[in-house]
């Protein structure tokens, strides 16, 4: 069998430096003082860092795929490609700019050795009054001649508290349903469909439930009518883990779900017990909630850390290919 390592990580305000070609006029007067004293140097250390992690993912071997979000624009992820060399990957770019207010968008990174990228990627920004974080659809073709569709997520923050903007995340889950039911239509009800993110919310939250549609249920989405998707995180929750951490409580707002065409045991694909993990190495967690590692940013004085990498700890899947 051929072997997928599928990852996700939040890389938490990955943004160019203040004179870049590639930062539109409205960005960077918007975000001037927030980026104060963020440079070259700055930039190169946290790359460093980010790189240091990736590097250490699959026993060594680096991700096939990594889902990453909250990157400024191709240029940023071009430079941590540099850094990644380490691994003789020959891993390639998908990223789609939007208008997210702060400049962070979502990308993939994959191993050109092992998926052949298939026709054009779709975006679609979730606006409040403005655009705010996206979902983005990248198609591949393994080399045993497979579909593999993934989702990239990044829902609406919980800026101004979890229940005010709780609707906005619903929106996006109603949204992300639909957007597979046309999958579904377009090829069948079992194309093979891989959705991960930064959802903001947790896996019992409704946004997630009711609307997403997503469960800890193999059987409900195995033979289910609906869209239905299989939350991986459900096989940790309980544990005390989190990908993220907020006033001592773990949190798990980065997670993996999966289509019926990935967990049928008919079918192309199949996941074995544990196949999702969360990634934590030495130095990325502190404290006694394991709280992940910030680099923060030097305005931010707080939690600005040069010793650090993330808010988010990244999240992984591995699929086997029949």
Avoid at 33 to 57: D, M, P, R
Avoid at 186 to 211: C, H, Q, W
Avoid at 289 to 296: A, K, L
Wanted: glycine share 6%.
């Amino acid at each position: 069998m051929t072997q997928h390592y599928i990852s996700w990580w939040n890389l938490e305000n990955l943004f160019d430096i203040k004179n870049s070609t590639n930062r539109p006029k409205h960005l960077a007067k918007s975000l001037k003082q927030e980026l104060k004293g963020w440079n070259k140097n700055v930039l190169e250390k946290k790359l460093t860092n980010l790189s240091s992690v990736i590097c250490q993912i699959n026993n060594g071997k680096g991700p096939d795929i990594l889902g990453v979000c909250e990157v400024e624009n191709k240029a940023v992820i071009e430079k941590l490609l540099a850094k990644l060399s380490p691994l003789n990957r020959n891993y390639k770019i998908i990223h789609q700019d939007t208008k997210d207010k702060r400049g962070i968008d979502i990308a993939f990174i994959y191993d050109a050795e092992k998926y052949q990228q298939e026709g054009k990627i779709f975006s679609l920004e979730i606006l409040k009054r403005s655009a705010t974080r996206d979902i983005l659809q990248a198609q591949f073709i393994t080399n045993k001649e497979n579909r593999l569709i993934i989702l990239g997520n990044h829902w609406p923050s919980r800026s101004g508290g979890q229940y005010k903007s709780e609707p906005y995340r619903m929106i996006t889950g109603e949204t992300l349903s639909y957007w597979l039911e046309r999958i579904m239509e377009i090829y069948d009800d079992k194309a093979p469909v891989i959705v991960m993110g930064d959802f903001n919310d947790e896996p019992f939250n409704r946004s997630l439930t009711e609307y997403a549609l997503s469960t800890g249920s193999r059987k409900k989405v195995s033979y289910g009518k609906n869209p239905y998707l299989y939350n991986l995180c459900y096989e940790v929750m309980g544990e005390r883990k989190g990908s993220y951490v907020f006033g001592g409580n773990p949190i798990m707002f980065d997670q993996i779900l999966l289509t019926k065409g990935i967990i049928q045991t008919k079918g192309k694909f199949k996941i074995n017990k544990d196949a999702f993990r969360i990634e934590s190495f030495d130095n990325m967690v502190e404290g006694r909630y394991n709280t992940p590692v910030r680099f923060g940013r030097p305005s931010k004085k707080s939690s600005y850390n040069t010793d650090g990498f993330s808010d988010h700890l990244p999240v992984s899947v591995l699929i086997e290919e029949k």
